[in-house]
């Protein structure tokens, strides 16, 4: 009787399907991070390989990748969703290049972009990446963007606006409850990130 009743009344999920038209879940940090590591085998690129790690980051602002040589990690930022999964893989693969530069000229000084690291960028098949490149929409569509997560499958959900009614996440709604809203899967507010201009460093 009780599910009866909930699957009569859908509108709060109705809700959600009409504003999921732009929103995807991001793929998952050890998902970004298996390609990472693939993109690495068969380059010379040691033991980073295995060390490599990958993280979504929302404390991240302006900046959308960060390598960070010393943990072998890169940050993204979840505010990338929006510009889609060709420009989440060239950034994760821009800021590889660092970290695979890095690796292997470490104890010399290099330029952060400079032949290293081009170099770097070629076998990871961004030739032509430009250091500091801007994300042409970035400063605009970033401003009073709220982001949201799904605690179940961590996927991260940038909205324009906040979300006023209950609104859950709909892939995890699908899998586990039969595609009826569910709370277990309530998006949760994560931050209100700021406006400016980004680059990847
Ligand atoms: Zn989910
Ligand atoms: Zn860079």
Same mark, same amino acid.
């Given at each position: 009787?009780?599910? !009866?009743?909930?699957? $009569?009344?859908?509108? @709060?999920? /109705?809700?959600?399907?009409? &504003? +999921?038209? #732009?929103?995807?879940?991001?793929?998952? !940090?050890?998902?970004? $991070?298996?390609?990472? @590591?693939? /993109?690495?085998?068969?380059? &010379? +690129?040691? #033991?980073?390989?295995?060390?490599?790690?990958?993280?979504?980051?929302?404390?991240?602002?302006?900046?959308?990748?960060?390598?960070?040589?010393?943990?072998?990690?890169?940050?993204?930022?979840?505010?990338?969703?929006?510009?889609?999964?060709?420009?989440?893989?060239?950034?994760?693969?821009?800021?590889?290049?660092?970290?695979?530069?890095?690796?292997?000229?470490?104890?010399?000084?290099?330029?952060?972009?400079?032949?290293?690291?081009?170099?770097?960028?070629?076998?990871?098949?961004?030739?032509?990446?430009?250091?500091?490149?801007?994300?042409?929409?970035?400063?605009?569509?970033?401003?009073?963007?709220?982001?949201?997560?799904?605690?179940?499958?961590?996927?991260?959900?940038?909205?324009?606006?906040?979300?006023?009614?209950?609104?859950?996440?709909?892939?995890?709604?699908?899998?586990?409850?039969?595609?009826?809203?569910?709370?277990?899967?309530?998006?949760?507010?994560?931050?209100?990130?700021?406006?400016?201009?980004?680059?990847?460093?």
């Amino acid at each position: 009787m009780r599910n !009866a009743a909930r699957k $009569q009344s859908p509108f @709060r999920q /109705l809700e959600f399907f009409f &504003d +999921a038209r #732009v929103i995807s879940p991001l793929p998952s !940090a050890p998902e970004l $991070q298996d390609r990472a @590591r693939s /993109l690495l085998r068969g380059l &010379d +690129a040691g #033991v980073l390989t295995d060390h490599l790690r990958v993280e979504w980051n929302e404390r991240m602002r302006t900046t959308v990748g960060r390598a960070d040589f010393r943990r072998c990690l890169i940050s993204l930022n979840p505010a990338l969703q929006e510009f889609g999964p060709a420009e989440i893989d060239r950034t994760l693969r821009h800021e590889l290049a660092h970290l695979l530069a890095h690796f292997r000229f470490g104890r010399r000084r290099i330029q952060p972009h400079g032949r290293e690291w081009r170099d770097a960028c070629c076998e990871l098949g961004i030739g032509g990446e430009r250091a500091g490149h801007t994300l042409p929409l970035v400063g605009r569509s970033l401003s009073r963007r709220f982001i949201y997560y799904c605690q179940n499958c961590q996927g991260h959900f940038p909205r324009v606006r906040r979300i006023r009614r209950a609104t859950a996440c709909l892939a995890c709604c699908r899998k586990f409850s039969e595609g009826n809203y569910d709370e277990r899967f309530r998006l949760r507010f994560v931050k209100n990130s700021s406006s400016g201009n980004s680059s990847r460093f």
